[in-house]
Each structure stands twice: as C-alpha cells, then as structure tokens.
C-alpha cells in the first residue's frame, strides 16, 4: 500500500518531532518532512508536493492563517490545523476552516506539550481523513448551480436541526449566513467540536448572519429567526415546556462517541409533540445523525430530511448513512440548503 505522504509544519523541534512520530505510527502514513516555519512550509510544499499537511496556527515570520492562504493559491492540498486551547486560538482555527482546511486538532496545552501523546489517535484518525477529504471544495466557493423550487410545508411550528462534523464550519457558514433576517422558524445545531471551539464558531457565524447566532446554554427559550449552536462537550436537547420550546445543555455520556451528537439532539425534537422538523444533515465522518433520524420519522412522519450531496461534501460519511435509511427525502448540493430551507419554510401571507 502506498502511504500518504505528510508535511509536518511547527515552530517547535519538540513539536515537529512528536508529531512526527505519531504520524509516521500510521501504516497508511509517512512523513516526508517538516519545516519550521510559514515560509519554510512553502517552500517544501512546492518542493515535495505532500498529500496533506498539518500546520501550528501559532508561527513566527508567517503565521498558520497566512501560510493556510499562500498553499491553497499556490497549491491547494489538505490541511490539519494544530491550535491552542486558548480564545485566540480558538478564533483562528475557525477561521482556518473558512479558508480551507479540512480539520484541527486541539493541543492539550500550550506549543510545547509532553501531553501531545494523549491526542495521539485523534491525530493519526484526523489526518488520515484528511488526506482522503475532497478538499478542493473549500477552495471553490463559487458556484453554477442551477437553483430549485421547493414547495412550502404547511405547519405553523417549523423547527430546523442541523448536524455536521468534518468540513461542517464551512457550510454551515454557507447555509446560516444565507438566511434572511426573521427567518420564520428556529435552527438548532450539533457540530463534532470539541469545547471552546463552538463559541467562537458561534460568534463567527453571528457576525456574518442576518441571524442571531448563539453558542446555546442551558434554559435557552428556542425562538423563531434564532440559531442555536451546541456548545463542545455537553449534549444538546429540545425540550417542550407549557407549549414553548425550551434548551437543555447538560454534560452527560457521548453516544456513540460523539458529545455533543447528532443522534441526541434529533430524538430530543422527536419527543416534541407538536412541530414540523426539518432535518439536515451536513458533511462530516461517521454515521451521526442516522438513529435520530429514524426516531423524527417515526414521531413525525411529515420530517422532511435534507442531506448533502455526495459532490459537494468535504467527508460523505454522514449523508451518506443517512440516505442508506431511505429516510432522506432530498440529496442536495450544498449552495441550495438554504435555500430549499427558506422555500419550505415560507411565511404565509
């Protein structure tokens, strides 16, 4: 078997060493170098062509986000961001995602951490993805397809569920910041991200919506024209109380080794007595999404499920399981979810 070859970029020898190591553990992988730097990782991106990269948002002379945009106009290729635990790193690993990077990992702490071996497996798992992700979507962002019609449902409780994981910060920006301001129904969202995170994903998204968007906490009334985004490392439920819908954020169990998950929060609004769901399920590993989906057809078999096409998924691991129920009642690409969204979810006049 032909290994993936990997470019390993940190500031730190430490670093470059350990995750060296690590990558190389995988039978599927190979490191073909390192560089210390942003303008060091050019130039060995252009001379060794690697197959995916893993790159510190944290660097002098070139820092992660200018380096990130410098390889995908150059040449465009996979990318794993390694990031801090702290706000600012946080912020700009998001940001990273919205240039291109397929994932990122989060360092235990700091730039130089003996403690780098206990996200061992998540980094030999997350760049081995990577370097199979159909990566080049996150550099087109323009797009010539043809636009739908969708008829609207008739229900006056309209609730939209979103699920994703790897690749999901961009569409998701995609498909929220598309939304037009009074958006006649609420949005609720579960995205594979561990804490941190999903605040300043939140925030992002707030900032370039038309929508009010929120990393969601506990007691949260769910109301129309709001997006509520689980926070990492809680479970995100629905909950009906006196008629109204209400936001129960707890830490508990992941299932399925997922916290927060796609399965919870769909069988949450499964047990709403009185709604029209509309479930999405967006690009991402694994099969999340698909059980819940199963729970909102059975309690309300009017659901109308939305998954990603296959072509316009960073990672068709989700769509995909979710379609193999025959559940999902449209495959779409991703610049007409919101679209189809919107349509379907007309006000009445």
Avoid: W
């Avoid at 002379?61 to 465009?76: F, H, Y």
């Avoid at 997006?227 to 109380?241: C, H, N, S, T």
């Avoid at 995909?320 to 007309?346: G, P």
């Amino acid at each position: 078997m032909n290994r993936k070859r990997v470019l390993v970029v940190d500031d730190s020898a430490f670093m470059r060493k350990m995750i060296s190591n690590i990558v190389h553990s995988s039978a599927y992988l190979e490191v073909i170098g390192t560089a210390r730097n942003g303008e060091d990782a050019l130039q060995k991106v252009m001379e060794l062509k690697p197959d995916v990269i893993t790159l510190d948002v944290e660097m002098p002379l070139m820092d992660g986000i200018s380096t990130l945009k410098e390889i995908m106009k150059k040449m465009p290729t996979p990318v794993v961001m390694l990031s801090s635990l702290t706000k600012s790193g946080a912020d700009k690993t998001i940001e990273a995602m919205s240039y291109g990077a397929v994932d990122f990992i989060a360092k235990p702490s700091g730039s130089i951490s003996l403690n780098i071996k206990d996200v061992e497996s998540e980094i030999v798992q997350k760049v081995e993805h990577a370097s199979r992700a159909n990566y080049k979507l996150s550099i087109n962002t323009s797009s010539s397809i043809k636009k739908k019609s969708y008829k609207p449902i008739s229900s006056n409780r309209p609730i939209v569920a979103i699920g994703s994981s790897t690749g999901g910060p961009r569409a998701l920006q995609q498909v929220i910041t598309k939304l037009p301001a009074g958006f006649p129904s609420p949005v609720v969202i579960v995205q594979h991200m561990p804490k941190g995170f999903t605040k300043s994903l939140a925030e992002r998204l707030d900032k370039l919506s038309n929508v009010t968007v929120k990393e969601v906490e506990d007691g949260d009334l769910i109301e129309n024209g709001n997006v509520y985004l689980a926070p990492g490392g809680k479970q995100f439920k629905v909950k009906e109380i006196d008629s109204r819908l209400y936001a129960e954020v707890k830490t508990e169990q992941p299932v399925n080794g997922h916290q927060p998950s796609v399965d919870v929060l769909f069988e949450s609004i499964a047990n709403v007595k009185e709604c029209h769901p509309l479930a999405v399920i967006l690009t991402g590993m694994g099969s999340d999404g698909s059980n819940g989906l199963l729970h909102l057809k059975q309690k309300h078999p009017r659901t109308i499920a939305i998954s990603q096409s296959k072509e316009t998924c960073v990672v068709y691991g989700m769509p995909q399981a979710a379609e193999k129920t025959s559940l999902v009642d449209y495959v779409e690409d991703l610049d007409n979810i919101s679209d189809a969204l919107v349509q379907k979810i007309q006000t009445k006049r």
